[in-house]
Nanobody, 126 residues
Framework: QVQLVESGGGLVEPGGSLRLSCAAS????????VGWFRQAPGKGREAILC????????YYADSVKGRFTISRDNAENTVYLQMNSLKPEDTAVYYC???????????????????WGQGTQVTVSS
């Protein structure tokens, strides 16, 4: 069964950190471009961090530059989203997704993604 499962969300105070995991099963995640998206209440789903399948090219949304990073652990078939210096405006449901793309292509449009996780809630509040 092909699936992506996110974990690591929760409640954190402003300025804190969280690391989200996106574990794949049923397919090899490093063959795919991967994206992290988020959706806040009443807003659309936005791409915040995307990485290509092979050469590690990345896209960072301006809102997360300098605070969030993405990394792959191919042995674990997992992608991570490290979030530092969290702000209340980072509160959202976070999703990971996989897209079949060329080796260096970074995919930022959500309709290009084939596989989606179920989402994990991140709440930044004091």
């Amino acid at each position: 069964q092909v699936q992506l499962v996110e974990s690591g969300g929760g409640l954190v105070e402003p300025g804190g950190s969280l690391r989200l995991s996106c574990a794949a099963s049923g397919f090899t995640l490093d063959d795919y471009a991967v994206g992290w998206f988020r959706q806040a209440p009443g807003k659309g789903r936005e791409a915040i961090l995307c990485i290509s399948s092979i050469d590690g090219s990345t896209y960072y949304a301006d809102s997360v530059k300098g605070r969030f990073t993405i990394s792959r652990d191919n042995a674990e078939n997992t992608v991570y989203l490290q979030m530092n210096s969290l702000k209340p405006e980072d509160t959202a449901v976070y999703y990971c997704a996989g897209a079949f793309a060329s080796f260096s292509e970074v995919v930022t449009t959500h309709n290009r993604y084939t596989y989606w996780g179920q989402g994990t809630q991140v709440t930044v509040s004091s």
